[in-house]
């Protein structure tokens, strides 16, 4: 039997951190139509738009701008001992999510997006929000970039390479990190998990990328089950991908059903309420699908966009009041909050970081922290607390 399914109780004692209260509100999807427009918008950000909080003050001492209200701290740099501990942060920090602590607290967990190498740490936070331990919960693998948190707690780490694996991860440590081939071999970005189902959506990282949907053979179990790719040929469908494992002799995952649906760079994706948003860096557009409906909708392009100042499209996560919270590549090194009602505004900008991304968007489980990146220049893990909405 999957030793990581003989063991869920050690991932069910963790939650994904506000699973109900950080996603994306419908009305995300009821104010925003259709975009025409094509891809490939502004490199650089153009209008400025302080909404919904306000102006940002020059860089503090964390080499960050915030606006009125909002405080921040660094809690690890690549190569320095976390404080408090004995464990060294990892490089190139890149996705993560939180996961609620049993006893109080919580868990960030960050992926390690270098090659060789990769992997996953974690940081633990008691409920006042001091440090109190780190570790690796994940090595051995390669070039680790986006992933999902799961609902029954465990911590989707995919690798952005050819023929990459996703890999299930204990965010404790408890269980060592399982390979979960079903999932397919492709160029992994991000992972999203429909809990009603148990169905996980995925990006793939490619200029000819698809969208790609596992259907577990049993829910909460990802040792087995039908990985489908988005297709458009007359219409959304969706198709069965005939060699979820390809060898470097067959054809790749995104190449295998002539209909596929290709994106430019898939990056995050989010899922609530029967939707999923996900961005694509190539064209900065975010998408978002109505899963019973069978509809894609574009619901930010920066090439039609009023107020074009999200870029370089990334990670992506929700708050509790439906609005998105976008990290970029490129651009300013903003993170951008995309309003349920369709407008942009910028919530925090990392200054003097040049050739660097910001990465790993995630709330605490209350939703008052903000958990982000700057993946070089040294890679910086960083926290902002504040009114965010």
Not at 95 to 115: D, H, K, L, M, Q
Not at 151 to 176: A, F, M, N, Y
Not at 269 to 287: E, L, P, Q, S
Not at 305 to 325: E, F, Q, R
Request: with cysteine; hydrophobic share 35%.
């Amino acid at each position: 039997m999957d030793k990581l399914s003989t063991d869920r109780r050690s991932f069910l004692r963790f939650g994904l951190a506000g699973a109900g209260a950080l996603a994306v509100g419908p009305g995300i999807l009821a104010a925003c139509q259709p975009s025409t427009g094509g891809g490939g918008g502004p490199t650089t950000t153009a209008p400025v738009s302080n909404l919904p909080f306000g102006p940002l003050s020059a860089a503090n001492a964390d080499g960050l701008e915030l606006p009125a209200g909002f405080t921040s701290r660094v809690v690890a740099v690549s190569g320095q001992l976390v404080s408090g501990t004995a464990y060294t942060w990892h490089v190139n920090p890149d996705g993560g999510a939180c996961f609620v602590r049993p006893g109080g607290g919580w868990t960030y967990v960050s992926n390690s997006e270098i090659n060789p190498g990769g992997g996953v740490s974690a940081l633990d936070f008691n409920a006042a929000g001091t440090i109190v331990a780190a570790r690796s919960i994940l090595s051995g693998t390669q070039q680790n970039c986006a992933g999902g948190a799961t609902p029954w707690g465990s911590w989707l780490s995919g690798e952005e390479v050819s023929r990459g694996k996703i890999w299930e991860c204990d965010p404790t440590g408890t269980v060592p990190g399982v390979a979960r081939d079903a999932l397919g071999w492709f160029t992994h970005e991000a992972a999203a998990v429909d809990p009603t189902t148990g169905r996980i959506y995925l990006t793939e990282d490619r200029t000819d990328g698809a969208l790609y949907r596992f259907t577990p053979t049993t829910a909460g179990n990802l040792s087995a089950g039908l990985l489908e790719v988005l297709t458009e040929s007359g219409g959304l469908g969706w198709a069965a991908v005939p060699i979820p494992n390809p060898s470097t002799a067959q054809t790749s995952t995104r190449l295998q059903v002539a209909t596929t649906k290709h994106f430019n760079g898939g990056e995050g994706i989010w899922y609530h309420a029967g939707t999923i948003a996900f961005t694509t860096k190539g064209d900065n557009r975010v998408w978002s699908y109505d899963i019973a409906a069978n509809t894609l909708t574009v619901i930010y392009d920066a090439a039609t966009h009023p107020t074009p100042i999200l870029t370089g499209v990334d990670n992506v996560c929700g708050s509790a009041s439906g609005n998105l919270y976008v990290a970029e590549d490129g651009g300013n090194l903003e993170i951008v909050i995309l309003k349920a009602d369709g407008t942009a505004g910028v919530v925090a900008r990392r200054a003097g970081d040049i050739g660097s991304e910001l990465t790993g968007v995630a709330f605490s489980p209350d939703g008052s922290r903000l958990y982000f990146s700057s993946q070089r220049s040294p890679g910086t893990t960083l926290e902002v607390t504040g009114p965010f909405i």
